[in-house]
């Protein structure tokens, strides 16, 4: 009888040890997930005040020498390529400051966020993108708003390419019953990869729930929810 007591304090103790250890792991994350925000934020500071800037300045100089009393024809025809091109490259600047800290969350809130998110999607691809936004989805805190952004930026990012790997999307985001909702439903199988394990681990500790399965219509879906308030 001892023995068996011994063994059951032994199982005891060795599952109180995994649970500390998981518990010392997620805040090892959550750790490593803010000083990587922080990181971000940082960067996506410093290329939008240096680099941005620069370009910005050199674009104005640019259309100042295109003007007709300025330059002769075959100059103004290099000049027009130089402007169109300092456009791409800021505009390819900015998407890059978005990628690494979505400012635009927090200035524009989610929706307006997301619905220029698919905007800029539906612009690189010929995928077929369905938005839907019901009630209010902007109260929710802004750390749980970036992380449903980034999911679906994750998701979006499938919709490109040559060929993509998800030619439909479906989306919802719904504000209701003091609740933010996520719904996608894709033709095709989200791809499976570490950054959709570290979302999922994320909205977690946010206090969201992520799950995902089999669509109604033979693809895939993925479903979020987070309470609005904080």
Known sequence: MRLKENSLVTGRDADSTAEQRL???RLLLSRVDAAHDAQHQ??????HHKVVGTLSALKMECDWLLRPQTADDAMRQRLQ?????????IQFT????????PAIVAHLGLASAVQQQIADTRARSDASIELAIEGDVDGIAEARAIAL??????????????????????????GRDATVELHIELDAAPAADDDLLLMHERIA????????????????CIDVGFPATS
């Open 42 to 47: 940082t960067l996506a500071r410093e290329l």
């Open 23 to 25: 518990e010392q792991l």
């Open 81 to 89: 390529r130089l402007s169109e091109e300092l456009d791409a490259t």
């Open 205 to 220: 500790r946010l206090g969201g729930q992520l799950s995902s399965g089999m669509s109604q219509r033979g693809g895939s």
């Open 149 to 174: 952004y980034r999911l679906l930026r994750h998701v979006l990012d499938q919709c490109e390419g040559e060929p993509p790997r998800v030619r439909e999307a479906r989306i919802a985001l719904r």
């Open 94 to 101: 900015r998407h890059i400051i978005n990628e690494l800290w």
